[in-house]
């Protein structure tokens, strides 16, 4: 039974991440995932990855590169103000400019430093370094 499906793409994705795999296959698939997962490649944390229809909910097959030291899904969901980002940062992350948060604005799902630029505050998801 699956009550954080969020939590548990980024387990297996950290899990064959960490066993040394190339490939990973995540389920169920959503529009939020594939979000997370388009800003963790842009950012170069993953290869590429494709949405399969497999009539279970759909799943996404990504590549992994080897560049993920840890992430996850932040619980409970932090409100961040704009000005706070350097607070949240230090918590999460190990180093400064080391890594990324996750969030959610009302501008659409976007990485800390892309927040910071567009001056949005939202809702911390997940980090990844």
Sequence with gaps: MQFDPLNDAFTTIYNAESAGKYEVTVRPASKLLGSML?????????????KLDDGRGGAFRVSLIGAINKCGVIKPRHSVKRSDFDKWESRYLPARDFGLLILTTNQGIMDHSEAKKERVG????????
Excluded: C, D, P
């Design 38 to 50: 388009s800003i963790m490649q842009t950012s170069g944390y993953l290869g590429e990855f494709e």
């Design 122 to 129: 939202g809702r911390l998801l997940a980090y990844v370094f």
